[in-house]
């Protein structure tokens, strides 16, 4: 799921409304700097599923000529490799 940096200000201002309003947290830094933190934690999180699709396609030109051939199709073996990474990386989506 891609979210603009805009996107991403918003929800991270939105998360520490709700967690500031519950009294789940008490802050020892500036509201900014709080949401800039979360920011950050969104938007990383976000890059991991970017980050897996680039070592996949990385993996997959090995076999470019076998899918250039139709001997093998590019978007089953995608999700194929990319599940099989998922899965023991232990990552979630």
């Given at each position: ?14 998360v ?9 947290i ?31 396609k ?36």
């Amino acid at each position: 799921m891609k979210l603009t940096q805009h996107q991403i200000k918003a929800l991270a201002a939105e998360v520490l409304a709700d967690v500031e309003k519950k009294k789940l947290i008490r802050l020892n830094v500036s509201h900014e700097e709080a949401i800039g933190h979360i920011e950050k934690g969104i938007a990383d999180d976000l890059s991991v599923e970017d980050r897996l699709n680039e070592e996949v396609k990385d993996l997959l030109k090995v076999y470019e000529k076998e899918i250039a051939q139709g001997k093998a199709d590019y978007n089953t073996m995608f999700d194929l490799v990319k599940k099989k990474l998922v899965r023991e990386r232990g990552i979630v989506l």
